[in-house]
């Protein structure tokens, strides 16, 4: 076993393959791919009719259209020379992809909660999606030039705080580190912030199958409890199709835990709807299923969701660290990365093949699950958010990677968080153009997008 003092070195000698100042020189290829043709690229397998509204939604500003664009991001970043220093990434490691959900215990953690694009790969791909997010979205709030950078500069500063702490931790000790909520209210100094957190918190704890049960079905005529119809966002499945929903479901089952099964199994199906969710995953084919247990208010919700290939996958190799054989199915790799990731995850995350052979994953649709309005926050609350989040990242990072080898690249000095956040500052610049481009395409008729929904 390679010994501590061994790992850091590697890591200390990953900056010869590429220095840590070298990730804040970024400047577009000349032949970078147009940022448009990713998009309908990317958009090419999923259902026509529902892309106008992806479009709709990335128009909306900068920061709506770099969450949609993990595919051209993750374009940039393949063009650059990286660490090799190999982690379980997110892939969409951006501000909104973080937030509070319930554990299996109860208790409101704070952490990743999208996986979609999950893959193993160079650490700090994500840190700069991360970062570059935090730029975009402080750009989006009106923010100083000033304000802009040191936002950025705050979450890699606190990815590298933490990342060092946990490099002197055991390896149960590690795992076992989570962020609780409750110990983000102390750090929340002003009583009107604290307040808002904690109504916030509340929201959360709301955000329930029964609270979803309520807002989402209706009783028809019949007596029966149905899923409301709301097209384009939520549609009914045919009838004819709930067999096929039935056989999906049925193979789901089987990835789960023995006792997730038996819990399972005390439930019946109700009814299940196609739902329209996120933005980047727009047009990707998700269900929503409604199942009931002891009786009517007692609901499950759970979500199946279309798992394609990573955007990061055209970039990385196939094997993975931590395994003997990549996993080839896309709803196995979403489910593995976020077991991997996250502190604790859904108890009944599992995944299966349907129709064509496409790949789905399944979870509860709401499970105590909430994030932050990044929309209103000034500059001092949006560095306190970007720093946690950057802890968050840091803690997914060292539970699926080398910490060790990622804390002695770091080293003790700025140098890396520095050069990040002017890469991101960088990055802001060519999302806003980005932007302006798909803009551009909406208004000449070059690309269909269906506003406000």
């Known amino acids: 076993m390679t010994s501590p003092a061994e790992r850091r070195r590697s890591g200390r000698a990953a900056r010869e393959r590429v220095s840590r100042s070298a990730h804040g020189r970024w400047i577009p290829d000349a032949d970078r791919p147009d940022p448009i043709r990713v998009l309908e690229r990317q958009g090419a397998d999923r259902l026509t009719e529902l892309l106008p509204i992806r479009y709709g ?117 590690v795992w ?25 918190l509340e929201r959360a704890r709301r955000r329930t199958s029964l609270q979803a049960f309520g807002k989402l079905t209706e009783t028809t005529e019949d007596g029966h409890r149905r899923i409301i119809s709301d097209p384009p966002l939520i549609e009914p499945v045919p009838r004819d199709e709930l067999r096929r929903l039935g056989k999906i479901f049925s193979d789901y089952r089987a990835t789960l835990a023995e006792d997730r099964r038996v819990l399972l199994d005390r439930f019946r199906f109700v009814d299940a709807a196609r739902k329209v969710v996120g933005v980047g995953s727009v047009g990707t084919r998700c269900f ?33 660290p931590h395994a003997e054989a990549p996993v080839v199915h896309g709803g196995e790799r979403v489910v593995t990365g976020q077991r991997l990731m996250q502190a604790a995850s859904d108890i009944f995350l599992g995944w299966t093949t349907g129709p064509a052979s496409r790949h789905f994953y399944g979870r509860q649709l709401r499970d105590m699950k909430g994030s932050a309005d990044i929309a209103d926050m ?76």
């Open 57 to 173: 939604r990335m128009s909306d500003s900068p920061f709506a259209f770099l969450r949609g664009a993990a595919a051209v991001m993750a374009a940039d970043l393949a063009a650059l020379p990286d660490t090799g220093i190999t982690v379980q990434l997110c892939g969409d490691a951006h501000l909104l992809n973080f937030g509070v959900y319930a554990s299996p215990e109860r208790s409101l953690l704070f952490d990743l909660n999208d996986f979609d694009e999950t893959y193993p790969g160079p650490f700090e791909w994500d840190v700069k999606r991360l970062a570059a997010s935090v730029a975009v979205a402080a750009r989006d709030n009106g923010h100083g030039a000033g304000d802009v950078r040191r936002a950025a500069l705050t979450a890699v500063q606190g990815y590298a705080t933490a990342i060092r702490r946990l490099a002197a931790m055991a390896e149960l000790d």
């Open 378 to 453: 000034p500059p001092a609350v949006l560095r306190d958010y970007a720093d946690l989040c950057g802890r968050a990242l840091a803690r997914a990072h060292a539970r699926s990677g080398d910490r060790l080898a990622i804390a002695g690249y770091l080293g003790s000095a700025d140098t890396f968080a520095e050069a990040i956040a002017d890469f991101s500052v960088r990055y802001a610049d060519r999302t806003e153009a980005d932007h302006a481009a798909l803009l551009a395409a909406v208004d000449s008729g070059e690309v269909a997008a269906r506003k406000g929904i």
């Open 288 to 320: 929503i299923v409604l199942l009931e247990g002891r009786d009517a208010q007692d609901p499950l919700f759970l979500q199946v969701k279309e798992a394609g290939r990573s955007v990061l996958e055209d970039y990385l190799p196939a094997s993975r």
């Open 176 to 200: 076992y580190a989570r962020i609780d909520t409750e110990a983000l209210l102390p750090l929340v100094r002003k009583r009107k912030r604290r307040a808002k957190l904690e109504a916030g």
